[in-house]
């Protein structure tokens, strides 16, 4: 199965596709503008069959929020939209939830989050590798939001199909 995980910001998101079948590799993974992610959802329609999307959903912690996170809360909207149009299965977990299935916190850093994924992965070296033996999960980003893309494509994974 193959599961597309968004990261979702006011003007860029990161997404990666995870694939189930071979070993929870991640073969596709992009930081762009939001209008680019659109187009890649759409292509996924059509490539695939009974496409999963995972969109990490925004939450309340109780403070005030500026425009950034109303813009953010719009292109959710948008990507939703698009997939359902397509009709897509689709699941849109809170970091909350995210973190606590990896973390069993609701406060869990994304650091720990990350180091849960590494570790399903079989560590750093094997997970993440180098250049010339590079792993599954090699040149996903910190910067670019690509961990907790992942994370989100994992949650769903694992709620679809839990681990044993």
Partial sequence: ???????????????VVLDTTTAKRVPFFGYEE????????????FKWVNPVIAIEQVSC????????????????????????IGGSNGSSPTYPEIAT???HKRNAKE?????????RWGGKEKAIGNKKSPGPLYGLK???HHWSALAVAVYVAD???PRP
């Fill in 1 to 15: 199965m193959l599961i597309m995980g968004i990261d979702p910001g006011p003007e860029r998101s990161a997404w």
């Fill in 142 to 144: 910190v910067k670019y």
């Fill in 34 to 45: 939001n209008e680019a992610v659109v187009a890649v959802i759409r292509m996924q329609m």
């Fill in 111 to 119: 650091s720990a989050v990350r180091a849960v994924l590494i570790d």
């Fill in 61 to 84: 912690y109780g403070m005030p929020v500026g425009q950034t996170t109303f813009d953010t809360c719009r292109w959710i909207g948008h990507f939703q939209r698009v997939h359902m």
């Fill in 101 to 103: 299935h990896f973390c």
């Fill in 159 to 161: 709620s679809i199909a």
